[in-house]
């Protein structure tokens, strides 16, 4: 069973930066992308950035795009979202994701059959 488990989550000010980390437990080669997925209270769920494990092509949500950046390191079963220029809208627990196999898109984040726990971001102004 693939599991998930992030950390890197903290306080910040805004214009900081954080870098979150997912690390991944039996790992299976079929899980072909991979997301960061946000959800503030009171908001719906935000896919963030979204990477394909093999090609490593990476797609972005507008709101994140050009401060974030989403990697994947293959020998340590690693996912990472490297966060700058934060701001209080930033603010909110930040999970990672996993496919096994099928389309994937920032949209449709029900698709990701793996999931972590959590990690809260919060950025102070």
């Known amino acids: 069973q693939v599991q998930l488990v992030e950390s890197g989550g903290g306080s910040v000010q805004a214009g900081g930066s954080l870098r979150l980390s997912c690390s991944i437990s039996?790992?299976?080669?079929?899980?072909?992308?991979m997301i960061w997925f946000r959800q503030a209270p009171g908001k719906e769920r935000e896919g963030v950035a979204r990477i394909y494990t093999a090609s490593s092509n990476t797609d972005y949500a507008d709101s994140v795009k050009g401060r974030f950046t989403i990697s994947h390191d293959n020998a340590k079963n690693t996912l990472y979202l490297q966060m700058h220029s934060l701001n209080p809208e930033d603010t909110a627990m930040y999970y990672c994701?996993?496919?096994?196999?099928?389309?994937?898109?920032?949209?449709?984040?029900?698709?990701?059959?793996?999931r972590g726990q959590g990690t809260q971001v919060t950025v102070t102004s």
């Open positions: 994701a996993a496919r096994d196999g099928g389309s994937c898109s920032l949209r449709y984040i029900d698709w990701y059959e793996y």
């Open positions: 039996d790992y299976t080669p079929s899980i072909n992308c």
